[in-house]
């Protein structure tokens, strides 16, 4: 980093700490959603954080995030596959190519999706603007949208609060930020994991948004994942696709893929620890964790479902393969039949059934199984008796249930998460727009 971009770097820090100690600790207890708690200390070496009002939302809620790093750092990212891509989307993927990267900044109430060359011409100005008052090469900086598609983006009021994004920058506003990422989210999404690479403690700490729009493909609805560990590009890109593919590749809440999916991790390699590289003994460790993030911001991001009343876990064993357990796990968990059916409470195994058979997958219908929290509801493709038929309605009363489905074909096994399907989210999304 050179002198001009280091003096600004220690200008920010400086005039941010002076902000914490006076307005507090943002950092706190945050929701896992269904009543689970976490809290603690969600800082990162070298990170900093802001999440303000810029006016895209109606009210005074947060709605631009900034996520920077006081070094440039190593960034790996994925996107969604969804051929209609929104402005941002088109820009991160480009801007990546060389491996670098110094500052996300994000909005929510807006997608700048389908908005043409304008969106991408805004899309630019909201990234540059942001490296210009940072004093940091436009290249370093990546962006990200969500929130309604096909609207202009209100370039001029992101514009004019990015002064004030940067100002409120500091260490411990990592919840202002995953606030301002927010859409129909009801909680902020943040996990924390720590481990050491010989003699140095490393922080992987993620944060996503997402509700609804979501069967992720590469991606989900937004993650930004900061650390501080030193780690070689290929090896955390390695990582990110390998780890997305366990963890938002297998969720999914309304069976849509959104436009603007974009998971990004950043790597300032503060820490100072031996080089993590594929071949190294270290990279082993550092995937566990990471994987242990993404996985609970993926079961977080079904727990805060729109409309969500049961946390559901479809898991398929007994199948050929892994493809196929998650062919007939994701047909089951996309079912609107059998959402609407948990969130009723009626254990009606007919429409597993039918979902089963309707997956593409070459299954035998006189051998599957259909367990509901180790309740069997099916044998050998026939129900069971009625006194097992009440205990598994009594299952769906509480607010998380597992769903095994075993096929008896081989040894291959997945899971899926998902949510029931509730009148709130037929509000929510009825309404969207307005």
Not at 155 to 166: A, F, G, V
Not at 253 to 269: H, P
Not at 348 to 354: E, L, S, Y
Request: glycine share 10%; with cysteine.
């Amino acid at each position: 980093m050179n002198h001009a971009h280091a003096a600004a770097g220690e200008n920010i820090k400086s005039a941010a700490a002076g902000k914490s100690e006076r307005e507090g600790d943002r950092e706190g207890t945050v929701s896992n959603g269904i009543g689970e708690k976490q809290g603690g200390d969600f800082s990162i070496p070298g990170f900093m954080f802001s999440g303000i009002s810029a006016g895209i939302k109606e009210g005074e809620q947060r709605d631009l995030a900034l996520f920077y790093s006081v070094i440039p750092a190593t960034v790996a990212g994925v996107f969604t596959t969804n051929r209609v891509k929104a402005a941002p989307v088109l820009l991160d993927r480009v801007r990546m190519r060389k491996g670098r990267c110094q500052a996300i900044v994000a909005n929510s109430g807006n997608a700048n999706a389908c908005t043409g060359e304008k969106g991408m011409r805004d899309a630019r100005a909201m990234a540059d603007s942001t490296a210009k008052a940072l004093r940091i090469p436009r290249q370093l900086v990546l962006v990200s949208s969500t929130g309604v598609i096909g609207r202009p983006l209100p370039i001029d009021k992101i514009l004019s609060r990015i002064p004030r994004l940067i100002g409120n920058l500091s260490s411990h506003t990592l919840l202002d930020a995953a606030e301002a990422i927010m859409t129909t989210d009801t909680f902020p999404k943040v996990k924390m994991e720590r481990c050491s690479i010989g003699q140095r403690e490393i922080r992987i700490c993620g944060v996503a948004k997402g509700a609804g729009m979501i069967m992720p493909r590469m991606a989900t609805m937004l993650c930004f994942v900061m650390t501080d560990a030193a780690i070689e590009g290929a090896s955390l890109q390695k990582a990110l696709t390998d780890v997305q593919e366990l963890t938002f590749n297998r969720i999914t809440v309304d069976g849509d893929t959104s436009t603007n999916d974009t998971v990004l991790v950043l790597a300032n390699g503060m820490a100072k620890n031996r080089v993590i590289s594929l071949k190294s003994a270290d990279y082993s460790l550092f995937r566990d964790r990471f994987t242990a993030v993404l996985h609970e911001l993926a079961k977080m991001i079904i727990r805060d479902g729109e409309g969500a009343t049961k946390f559901i876990e479809v898991r398929v064993e007994g199948a050929r393969s892994e493809a196929d357990a998650k062919k007939v796990a994701l047909s089951v968990a996309n079912s609107n039949l059998v959402k609407t059916a948990f969130f009723g409470g009626d254990a009606n195994w007919g429409r597993i059934a039918a979902a089963i058979g309707r997956s593409g997958v070459a299954i035998n219908p006189n051998t599957f199984d259909i367990l509901l929290n180790h309740v069997p509801v099916a044998l050998g493709g026939m129900g069971t008796n009625g006194a097992l038929q009440k205990e598994a309605d009594q299952v769906l009363k509480g607010n998380t249930v597992t769903l095994t489905i075993r096929l008896h074909q081989g040894n291959a096994h997945t899971s899926i998460f998902t949510c029931d399907l509730s009148t709130d989210y037929v509000k929510i999304n009825a309404h969207y727009r307005s």
